[in-house]
């Protein structure tokens, strides 16, 4: 809809301007009564927002020169003064289809605007008759009260959004408080995993890997979610779209019941898509259990179909964010009991599920539109009840990047194993494979779950190669730690281990500088020992000859 907005150059204007664009209007602004009344031949409003106090006019004046050319466009009249009783009467008579106080918050604002937009043409004129009888004012409180009801129906439906963004919130400062510990008892389960398959047999390797694949991207999911909660900007990244969803396939067949058959078709030579191997496992996890949960039977279909394709136009009018462009689509189709009309368009809403208290979160699909949407693809469903349904994702190519030619990186002489560190950790899992990591590369290792302690032991015995610290601890994190040890071995290399990295604000990043080193959680076993090998390096000064 293209909305003229009448009103002085201010701040003021330059929010309602705002406000109806971020309800889907395109706006033309005027600053005078007359520069609005000669711009309308040429480009003919759909609704019109007038300021009560104009440099060159009044209110009633331009509404009444306005009704002459636009006599069944809605007009508004935008006031920051509450108006007696009378005067409105003399706006609406002179033309006026509303009264906006435009001195109101945010949501109250958007509420009216919302409101006056929606008026049909044929709905604004008001008698134009100098004498005002009875039955005009009793039009006009029925209209009147109809505009309450209708502003109280959509208050209750900004009340029940912002109900949704709290709990969201919520969900938010609680992952924040659990992340750090369910990442250090992953990177626990991988280290573990990675020393186990070293010393297993070959026919065991496979299930270590699998351990460490499902234990990674529960790391990345963590990380994730954190990004939520914390408004990080995801990383960009780039992965094949078949081998990863047959890869999260893999993983997913182990919970899903052996009645169910499961399948994956693709065309060749499938182009590389714009979004990482984490998220694509992410949405095909979520959809694969959506359709799972569908079923009221034991027995059933799950489906999956990778093609390349340019949306077809029926995609084109239902997703106004997909180009005509070449995708990678992916398909997932099942022959459950599908979804009822009423409520498809609700299924991406989070916390909404149709199933029984407690069998269900409702954010499985939220989350699915959110990954999809921050790739910058499109989601659409097609289902009938009784027949199935058809989830259909659109991921982006990623675009040809030019070749680089990079200098090969010179490798440095390993430090001397045997050196002494210190790790301190207050999870005591992820202190142990430190700890042995550590000792089967040769070096000596003193671990503390307590930082308190591992001060009183660096106070004993300053001359340790190197120390390794996590960051969130109690007491005394892992700043606190760097900042005493300095004092006490100022010589001695220190390393950061932290899955928080990311989250740090901008005086934490400033300290940074405190440590030789930083390594992200999780790690493997030789990220691990070449970073505390570098590190010991920087610290050692170069032999003269």
Not at 293 to 308: Q, Y
Request: proline letters at 7%; aromatic letters at 4%.
């Amino acid at each position: 809809m293209h909305v003229l907005l009448v009103t002085r150059e201010s701040g003021e204007s330059h929010r309602i301007s705002e406000s109806i664009e971020n309800l889907g209007h395109r706006v033309t602004t005027q600053h005078s009564g007359t520069a609005a009344l000669l711009s309308i031949p040429a480009a003919p409003p759909h609704a019109i927002l007038c300021a009560d106090i104009l440099p060159d006019t009044d209110a009633i004046t331009l509404l009444r020169s306005l009704r002459e050319s636009c006599p069944e466009i809605p007009i508004a009249i935008l006031t920051s003064i509450l108006t007696h009783i009378s005067d409105e009467i003399a706006l609406r008579n002179a033309g006026a289809s509303s009264i906006i106080a435009s001195n109101c918050d945010q949501d109250s604002l958007l509420i009216q605007l919302s409101h006056f937009l929606s008026l049909p043409a044929q709905q604004v004129a008001l008698p134009t008759s100098q004498s005002l009888d009875l039955s005009y004012f009793e039009s006009l409180v029925g209209r009147l009260g109809t505009e309450i009801l209708d502003l109280r129906a959509e208050t209750e439906r900004y009340r029940h959004e912002v109900m949704h963004a709290d709990r969201l919130r919520n969900v938010g400062m609680f992952s924040s408080g659990i992340i750090h510990d369910i990442n250090n008892i992953l990177c626990g389960i991988i280290g573990h995993a990675e020393l186990g398959r070293f010393s297993a047999q070959p026919s065991d390797a496979d299930r270590y890997s699998d351990i460490i694949k499902g234990a990674g991207r529960g790391c990345e999911l963590a990380h994730q979610v954190l990004g939520y909660a914390n408004r990080i900007p995801q990383n960009s990244a780039t992965c094949h779209p078949e081998s990863s969803v047959r890869e999260a396939l893999h993983l997913i067949k182990a919970s899903i019941p052996s009645t169910i058959q499961l399948s994956v078709t693709a065309e060749p030579d499938l182009p590389v898509v714009r979004i990482d191997e984490n998220k694509i496992h992410q949405i095909v996890l979520n959809l694969v259990t959506n359709a799972w949960h569908a079923f009221d039977r034991k027995t059933g279909t799950i489906s999956m179909h990778l093609r390349k394709q340019i949306p077809s136009p029926q995609h084109l009018t239902r997703c106004d964010t997909l180009k005509e462009i070449p995708y990678v689509l992916l398909e997932v189709k099942d022959n459950a009991s599908g979804i009822p009309h009423e409520i498809r368009s609700r299924i991406f809403q989070p916390f909404f599920s149709t199933k029984a208290r407690g069998k269900g979160s409702g954010m499985g699909l939220f989350v699915v539109k959110n990954l999809v949407d921050h790739a910058q693809g499109a989601i659409t469903v097609d289902s009938e009840p009784g027949f199935g349904s058809t989830f259909t994702v659109f991921l982006p190519l990623d675009k040809p990047a030019r070749s680089k030619k990079t200098a090969p990186t010179p490798q440095k002489n390993q430090a001397p194993v045997g050196a002494h560190i210190l790790v301190v950790d207050d999870e005591e899992l992820l202190a142990s494979v430190v700890s042995e990591i550590l000792s089967n590369a040769g070096h000596s290792v003193t671990a503390f779950t307590h930082p308190a302690e591992a001060l009183l032991y660096l106070e004993s015995n300053p001359h340790v190669d190197a120390i390794i610290t996590d960051l969130a601890m109690p007491q005394i994190d892992g700043f606190q730690l760097a900042k005493k040890s300095q004092l006490i071995a100022p010589k001695t290399p220190l390393i950061l281990l932290s899955g928080n990295l990311p989250l740090l604000n901008k005086a934490d990043k400033e300290r940074l500088p405190l440590f030789t080193a930083t390594l992200k959680k999780p790690f493997t076993p030789s990220e691990l020992s070449r970073t505390v090998s570098q590190a010991i390096q920087r610290a050692v000064p170069p032999q003269t000859t």
